[in-house]
């Protein structure tokens, strides 16, 4: 996995959440792929990050950063930084990957149940030459939420985004679902599948599922992983991170 993602990780574990409470409990866009239909509130930095290690056929990669910065702008609107991570592997040389910029836009409640929000977003070709895409890709996702009772929560998102290649823009899309159930007061648990389209490939599905522990309403520990269950993706994952706003 490399030094740099052990003492990431180690990082993650001794952050101390000491800063004041908050009426709020925190409302993240991590672990699982799928992003909340909620912002931030007007005023409120949030700040999520993780390091995740892979295991595909060829090799292990990591991944050490995985940081979103989240500011509230106005009431239902967010503006959203992706800080570039650190990637590594096997007879890989490690190196930075692109960053990115958005906004969310909360688009209310529909049928009185379902709370859904677009997320507009681009990358910036920032990345050093093995992670870049050495283009700006601007991508699209609708994300939706909602309760089916006093415990149990049901997302998904659709998202495309429209990456050069070569010459030309390819459409890849995808479309996760997850559930969310509390496992105690401070504890809660996900399960999630996730499906990309990517063009002129077959279609690629990931198993996903992890904890989250809320140490207060504004920070939490989380801890997740998964395999693939077609050709593509990874044999396993897992990953680990921290988010904490103010």
Partial sequence: MGRTLLFFLVTLLIVPSAWAQSE??????????TESPVSVSPGTIQIELGATAFDYDAGSLWNAGETLVRYGLFNKVEMRLQLPSAIGGDD????????????????????????MALIASTTLPT?????????????????????????????SQLSASFDEQG??????????IVSGFPLSSSVGGFTELAFDFPDGLDTQVTFHTGLVL???????????????????????????????KR
């Fill in 24 to 33: 709020d409990p925190i409302i993240t866009d991590r672990p699982d792929f």
């Fill in 92 to 115: 890989l040389d490690s190196g930075l990957s692109d960053s990115g910029f958005g906004v969310k836009i909360e688009l209310g409640s529909f049928a009185q149940r379902v709370e």
């Fill in 127 to 155: 990345g050093a030459d093995d992670f870049t895409s050495d283009a700006v890709d601007p991508g699209l996702i609708l994300a939706a939420g909602m309760m089916l009772n006093d415990r149990v929560s049901l997302g």
């Fill in 167 to 176: 010459d030309e823009r390819v459409l890849n899309s995808g479309f996760t």
């Fill in 214 to 244: 809320a140490f207060d309403s504004r920070s939490q520990l989380d801890i997740h992983g998964g395999f693939g269950l077609t050709d593509n993706t990874p044999d396993s994952f897992l990953g680990i991170g921290f988010s904490i």
